[in-house]
């Protein structure tokens, strides 16, 4: 369940369009802050506050590769590969994130802490290679670097 | 108007409408696969593109608003070329297995395919292969030939208001589904099944059983609710294989529920009867038609003649045509010589008749299923027209989707509580009290126009009536808060055009007579007629039962209705039952029994060997509604033809001819050597009506608190129809059985874990009249205090718990709950 405010958040969201289907993205973005990832509880929630049948919310997520489908881990790296990063060596940050924290692309390190994956160009190629933690932005990365950075996130 | 030149034809249209609509309606086809009139414009498929003389590009026509002088071209070798294209890309993973899909033949894709397709593709890719969906009861989902269209999940959520099915994921791989790829669980219209272009969407009764070109298909009228909608019925061998709607035909226009698209195969359920019986030794037996015409006459005519006519009794049935009623009626008054015939109706439509004449001084209600469309404000109360009456629902759905305000009053979630304005939670069986509670605020904030109303007889009475309420006490009766009743009195005080929409059924055992004249001195204090309040008769024919004078009540008063007949043990000596069950549709089945029991004869005349033939001496076998020809009429008073499709199994015969063979070897003959000699009095019947106008008349009537909840039954027990089936016969389907095959409880968590009850167990419920035992189904979905059951299922025994409600007033069922012991787990 959706705490009440969550859903006051989203009834607001609701008010601003003609349609309650307008506000299906952000609310399914405020669904998975709150559930972690758009589990089946996190379409239900939403659903009975927009009035929307799940089987639409899950269609329109579905379509973005953005949303969280599968349950990630604490924190999650979106590690960019294309051409500029991958020349500057994010295939060795790959394997780096695997051997140290058990991460594998797709996956979620067994301790819960990170899940990886694999972003096409993000747009920071002149200081490649590049990612996102969660919200936060990290460019020139290197094997030294991106521990000290990780060590952040707990 | 718009006037546009559509292939060298000049047409004109209204604004707004668009290329498609405007070709289509000028008999121009123009192929389209992803546009459905009921639907918004999608421009999801562009095999409609068309070339606008002035326009560079090709244009879904179906999404292109017309335009004065536009030039239009529909046919032309570029659009051709791009329609194949189209088609190309459709196909590139299209399985193609056209020799094993039920579609082939009527399949828009493949006949598009044949027009514009190419024999090879350009494009090879892989095909798609996943294996189809069939965990569905009656669905099964072949993705592989999904075009993705998206219109049956368009008219599922848009036009259904189920929202069952979604797209799910992107691009190719994407899939027709429930959210989460679960089995699909929805109301099975089968609506995605007609609106699908291609054979993804099928119904499973029908697969591998014929063609298409090989049925013979015919039209005919449902055999359940009485929205009366058009089935185009497929025969094949002698046996009906499916049913289907047909664009734009009949009251449906081409939209059809669950019931009507796969309930028909009830007419195929074992129990059917064969041949009359007899009962010997305590036996029922089977005997010729001779032995057991020859046995009722000379039974029917020694009680006559030891008691009198008076001491037989009639009751008709809705599920049997106009003409069968109206065959009966003339039996029973003129072989027989009574009035003593009645029917289901007693529960339901003829409340709603009587209330109608004491109110609005009319006799038949003005009912329009179309009738919610542009209302301002419109009121649910105590109802689910999307079940009982799924045409009625559809429109109401549509109203509110284009702006009329929908309030919503029950005690349950419903899928109109859920898309409606408002829903107000109230007590069952207390919308009577809530209407005076609305009348007083009227009064007290003057929010009519007193002048106008003044010389109705008790304006004065029912305005005393209501001074001596508190709105406080209304609120305590309703659970619904004073604020939202005198909010809810302001709204509909200020619509501009309104309407109360509820039903009345023989299983209704939270609404009488007093809701129904409430509503109506509602809606006079506030200069309403009597087409603002609909209430549509329950069955295919109830309505024509009704007008065929299967009722008591045409002049005498010692006649003998349901009462009479069926609650008073050693009142009656002889009744004949023509189609209907009483024993499993009627309240107080255990009294019912009783009577039947103490008869000294009793004949019983259906289709099946239900629980009240089982008491019989003797049972005739009737046709069932496919099996002969005659006429339904539905809640709107439309006369409509259903045609014999098949042939009646055994020695079963037309309703009709039975009574008029009984009548004969009664010694009497009543005419109606054929069908038409029949209708030919029937329309007589039928044409003198007159219209009668009594005058508006205000009945008050206090709120009697209903009797309160006591230690030993504490919970209110609620009936309410399933939507996919109607009265008693559709449980005798298979198709609908496997949807809902048995009777059930819902109960509040809350309640639940009160009472020591667990999900999906055995519960025993029991009222002052008996016990009954039912699988529990715990929810969230109905409030605390309340119980819920279906009707329908004969085994549940429902009505053995249920007290009469003769009277025509709300009697509430009070029951109580507990766990029906301990059950080896698993
Ligand atoms: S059968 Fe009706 S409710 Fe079910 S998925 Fe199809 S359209 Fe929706
Ligand atoms: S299943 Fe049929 S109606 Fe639904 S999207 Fe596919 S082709 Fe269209
Ligand atoms: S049950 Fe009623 S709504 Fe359903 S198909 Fe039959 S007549 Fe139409
Ligand atoms: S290639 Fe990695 S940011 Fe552009
Ligand atoms: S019918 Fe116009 S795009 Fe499909």
Redesign the interface.
């Known amino acids: 369940m959706l705490s009440d405010k969550t859903i006051e958040e989203v009834e607001a969201l609701k008010r601003r369009y003609p349609d309650p289907r307008g506000a299906i993205l952000p609310s399914l973005y405020i669904a998975q802050r709150e559930f972690g990832w758009l589990s ?1 509880e996190a ?1 239900e929630a939403v659903s009975i506050v927009l ?9 329109v997520a ?2 973005y590769a953005m949303y969280r489908h599968k349950p990630v881990g604490r924190h999650l790296i979106q590690l960019c590969t294309n051409v500029s990063c991958m020349i500057f060596g994010a295939e060795d940050l790959v394997s780096l994130l695997k051997n140290r924290y058990g991460a594998e692309v797709g996956g979620t390190s067994p301790d819960g802490r990170f899940s990886l994956v694999i972003m096409e160009c993000i747009g920071a190629c002149e200081a490649a290679p590049a990612m996102l933690v969660n919200e936060d932005f990290h460019n020139n990365l290197t094997e030294n670097n991106i521990t000290e950075i990780l060590e952040k996130y707990k | 108007m718009i006037e546009l030149t559509i292939n060298g034809k000049k047409v004109s249209t209204e604004p707004k409408s668009t290329i498609l609509q405007t070709a289509l309606k000028n008999d121009i086809y123009i192929p389209h696969l992803c546009y459905d009139k009921r639907l918004a414009p999608y421009g999801g498929c562009r095999l409609c593109l068309v070339e606008v003389e002035g326009q560079k590009k090709l244009l879904a026509s179906c999404s292109t608003p017309t335009e004065e002088g536009m030039v239009v071209h529909t046919e032309t070798p570029k659009l051709h070329k791009a329609r194949g294209t189209v088609l190309e890309l459709l196909l590139v993973h299209h399985p193609l297995d056209c020799p094993v899909c039920d579609k082939a033949g009527e399949c828009d894709l493949q006949d598009m395919a044949y027009k514009y397709g190419k024999t090879e593709s350009r494009f090879v890719r892989q095909k798609k292969s996943s294996p189809s969906d069939i965990r569905s009861p009656l669905i099964e989902m072949s993705s592989n030939r999904c075009v993705l269209c998206g219109k049956c999940v368009r008219i599922c959520g848009e036009y259904q208001g189920c929202g069952a099915l979604g797209m799910i994921g992107r691009g190719f791989p994407t899939t027709i589904k429930p959210a989460f790829g679960d089995v699909l669980e929805c109301d099975y219209c089968g609506q995605c099944i007609d609106a699908c272009p291609t054979g993804a969407l099928l119904g499973k009764p029908y697969k591998f059983q014929a063609r298409p070109w090989l049925l013979e298909e015919k039209e005919t009228i449902c055999p359940f609710c009485s929205c009366g909608c058009t089935l185009t019925v497929g025969v094949r061998e002698g046996k009906i294989l499916r049913s289907r709607g047909s664009e734009d035909k009949g009251i449906n226009k081409g939209d059809l529920c669950g019931r009507g698209r796969f309930g028909f195969d009830y007419i195929y359920n074992k129990d059917r009867l064969k041949t009359p019986l007899i009962r010997l030794n305590g036996e029922l037996v089977p005997a010729s038609w001779q032995e057991a015409l020859l046995y009722t006459a000379e039974n029917l005519k020694s009680v006559i003649n030891t008691y009198g006519p008076s001491s037989v009794g009639a009751i008709g049935s809705h599920r049997c045509t106009t003409e069968d009623n109206y065959m009966l009626a003339k039996f029973m008054r003129n072989v027989v010589g009574t009035n003593n015939i009645d029917s289901s109706a007693r529960f339901g439509h003829a409340i709603v008749q009587n209330a109608f004449y004491m109110g609005f001084g009319v006799k038949a209600p003005p009912i329009r299923l179309d009738s919610p469309l542009g209302k301002e404000l419109i009121l649910v109360i105590e109802s689910d027209p999307t079940v009982t009456h799924p045409m009625l629902g559809l429109n109401l759905m549509g109203a509110a989707k284009n702006g009329s305000r929908l309030v919503v009053i029950d005690s349950k979630e419903t899928k109109l509580t859920r898309l409606g304005s408002k829903w107000m939670k109230l007590r069952p069986g207390t919308s009577h009290a809530l209407l005076n509670g609305i009348i007083k605020v009227l009064f007290e904030e003057s929010l009519f126009d007193r002048e106008s109303v003044k010389n109705i007889t008790n304006l004065r009475a029912i305005e005393d009536l209501t001074k001596g309420l508190s709105l406080d006490n209304v609120s305590d009766i309703t659970g619904i808060p004073k604020g939202d009743i005198a909010g809810l009195a302001r709204d509909i005080a200020k619509a501009k055009s309104r309407l109360i929409s509820m039903t009345l059924g023989v299983s209704d055992n939270t609404k009488g007579l007093d809701t129904v004249l409430s509503a109506i001195n509602l809606l006079i204090v506030l200069g309403e007629g009597p087409e603002t309040l609909q209430i549509p008769a329950e069955f295919s024919n109830t309505y024509g039962l009704y007008k065929m004078d299967v009722r008591p009540d045409t002049g005498f008063e010692a006649d003998k209705g349901v009462v009479e007949m069926l609650y008073k043990p050693g009142g009656l000596k002889a009744v004949y039952i023509v189609g209907e069950d009483p024993v499993v549709n009627f309240p107080n089945a255990s009294k019912i029994t009783e009577t039947l029991r103490a008869l000294e004869f009793l004949v019983v005349q259906d289709i099946a060997l239900t629980q009240t033939a089982g008491l019989a001496h003797v049972v005739l076998p009737a046709s069932s509604w496919a099996e002969k020809d005659g006429t339904f009429i539905n809640a709107e008073g439309l006369c409509q033809t259903i045609r014999k499709l098949v042939d009646a199994p055994g020695q079963a015969m037309p309703d009709w001819q039975i009574i008029r063979n009984l009548s004969l070897a009664m010694g009497k003959d009543i005419g109606a050597g054929r069908l038409e000699d029949v209708q030919r009095e029937v329309k007589d019947l039928l044409g003198k009506e007159s219209y009668c106008f009594n005058g508006l008349l205000l009945n008050p009537l206090p709120y009697a608190r209903l009797k309160a909840a006591d230690g030993d039954y504490p919970l209110v027990l609620v009936i309410r129809d399933l939507l996919q089936h109607s009265g008693s016969m559709s449980t005798r389907s298979r198709s609908l059985s496997l949807v809902v095959a048995d009777s059930f409880l819902e109960i509040n968590d809350a309640d639940a874990s009160k009472y020591g009850i667990s999900d999906n167990s055995y519960v025993k419920l029991t009222s002052p009249n008996g016990s009954i035992y039912l699988k529990s189904k715990v929810t969230g979905l109905v409030p605390q205090g309340v119980v819920f059951t279906p009707t329908h299922f004969p085994h549940a025994g429902v009505n053995l718990l249920t007290n009469e409600r003769t009277s025509g007033t709300t009697v509430p069922d009070m029951v109580r709950v507990e766990p029906a012991g301990a059950r080896p787990e698993r």
């Open positions: 089946p379409f009035g929307v049948p799940k089987a639409h919310l899950r269609g579905s379509f």
